[in-house]
C-alpha cells in the first residue's frame, strides 16, 4: 500500500466493475486504500480488479441482506478494519409511463437502488463504529431531485436515496461517521446502454453545460467526501450536474 491521503483506509464500493464505481476505486487504490470491488459480474469484477489494482472482489447481491452482511464481515476479518463505502450499484430500469410499467421491474430498481443502499450502510456501520471512523457516499441523481417523466421508479429510488442519507447521517453525525450523497446529471457510463437515446437527449438538453460528465469528475467529488478533508459536512447532498441542478 503505497503512502497518500487514503493510506491505511480500508474502503468498500457497490457497483464497482464499471462506471463511476471503478473510477472511484482507481483513484483510491492509487492513493494508498485497500479497496474491495463489490458487483454482481464476475467477469467484469476481475477486469476491474486489474484495472484498479483492489486489494480483493467479491460478487455480492446488495438486495440481498445476508450477502451484503456477510461480505461486510469477511472485509473486516481479512483487512482488519472497514472505514469507507461508496454506494454505486444501481440499474436504471424500464423507460415506461406509470400506467404500463411492470411491477417486477418496479421493485427490482427499488430494491437495487434503495434497498441496496440501506443493506450496505446497515452492514457497514458496527465495523465503523467499532473505529470510531467512517466515511459514506450514497451515489442518487439529479433524477432523484427532479423526477424525469417515464423513469418514475429511477427517480422514486433515487429521492429515496436522499431522504435515506439525511436520516443516517443525523443518526451517526457524533459518531465519526459521516455520510452524503452525490447527485449527477447523465454521465458517460454503461448506464446509458440501459437508455434509449431520446431519453439520453432529454437529459443532456437540460445541461446547461451541454455535456455529459466524466466519470474521473465524479471521482474526484466522491474521494473528496470519501478523505479526512470532509470533516464537517454529513447527511449533505452535492451536486454534480454542468449546472441542471436548482436547488
Known sequence: MSDGRFSGRVAVITGAASGAGKAVAARLAAEGAAVVLWDMDETALAAAQQQTRAALTRCVDVTDGNSVADAAAAVNETLGRL???????????????????????????IDTNLTGVFHACRAVIPFMRANGYGRIVNMSSIGGKEGNPNAAAYAASKAGILGFTKALGKELATSGILVNAVTPAVFRTSLLEQMPQSQIDYMIAKIPMGRVGEVEEVAALVCWLLSDECSFSTAATFDISGGRATY
Do not use: I, K
Not at 463505502?85 to 427490482?108: F, N
Open 83 to 109: 472505514d469507507l463505502l461508496m454506494c454505486s450499484a444501481g440499474v436504471t430500469g424500464a423507460t415506461a409511463p406509470v400506467a404500463e410499467y411492470a411491477l417486477d421491474e418496479w421493485s427490482r430498481v
